[in-house]
Antibody
Framework: QVQLQESGPGLVKPSQTLSLTCTVS??????????WSWIRQHPGKGLEWIGYTYHTGSTYSNPSLKSRLTISEDTSKNQFSLKLSSATAADTAVYYC???????????????????WGQGTLVTVSS | QSVLTQPPSVSAAPGQKVTISCSGSSSIGNNYVSWYQQLPGTAPRLIIY???KRPSGIPDRFSGSKSGTSATLGITGLQTGDEADYYCGTWDSSLSADVFGGGTKLTVL
């Protein structure tokens, strides 16, 4: 059974880059069957999708974060990462990594749902 | 403001049934809906996928349906352990983005 684990600094200063890594075990991120994703949850609020990476290197990003967001993967370590530049207090949240099976039609592919989640890690942006 | 609309809260007595609605525009109409349960202090867990399918280990007390641009989560035989936040989600093809509902807090009285 696949397991995901987030890691990274729990405290980031404003204007710096928020960086997190998700380590995947029990499955390969090189599998063509899944998107690997980041989701966050502001304190006391709902879920917000951040973005995906796919094994080809393709990424999809939430339009509201796209200008600050980089998602990448390291297949040799079976990890994928999130970098969010110019962090502000509004980026304070619990960050989850998750796996999403993909579905392809004759014209496009898209994610189906999030079937495995990491436990989440709280990142606070504060001086 | 979420693309998908859920009631902020629902409540029912133990043993009873509750439904949680999730409404949206073409995002729901065109793609599968999934539902997630988030117990206090834990990560979300998938409980319904592809509108009405249950992952292994999810009891059949949980069910899902979709009609047009709305989806519904049903929970029967409510237990105190079902108290959680529930979120619907889907892929919005027009946005090329995953979207979630704002979440519904279930209280089992």
């Amino acid at each position: 059974q696949v397991q995901l684990q987030e890691s990274g600094p729990g405290l980031v200063k404003p204007s710096q880059t928020l960086s997190l890594t998700c380590t995947v075990s029990g499955g390969s991120i090189s599998s063509g069957s899944f998107y690997w994703s980041w989701i966050r949850q502001h304190p006391g609020k709902g879920l917000e999708w951040i973005g995906y990476t796919y094994h080809t290197g393709s990424t999809y990003s939430n339009p509201s974060l796209k200008s600050r967001l980089t998602i990448s993967e390291d297949t040799s370590k079976n990890q994928f990462s999130l970098k969010l530049s110019s962090a502000t207090a509004a980026d304070t949240a619990v960050y989850y990594c998750a796996r999403a099976p993909l579905h392809c039609t004759s014209t496009s592919c898209f994610p189906l749902h999030f079937d495995s989640w990491g436990q989440g890690t709280l990142v606070t942006v504060s001086s | 403001q979420s693309v998908l609309t859920q009631p902020p809260s629902v409540s029912a007595a133990p043993g009873q049934k509750v439904t949680i609605s999730c409404s949206g525009s073409s995002s729901i109409g065109n793609n599968y809906v999934s539902w997630y349960q988030q117990l206090p202090g834990t990560a979300p867990r998938l409980i319904i996928y592809e509108n009405n399918k249950r992952p292994s280990g999810i009891p059949d007390r949980f069910s899902g349906s979709k009609s047009g641009t709305s989806a519904t989560l049903g929970i029967t035989g409510l237990q105190t352990g079902d108290e959680a936040d529930y979120y619907c989600g889907t892929w919005d093809s027009s946005l090329s983005a995953d979207v979630f509902g704002g979440g519904t807090k279930l209280t089992v009285l």
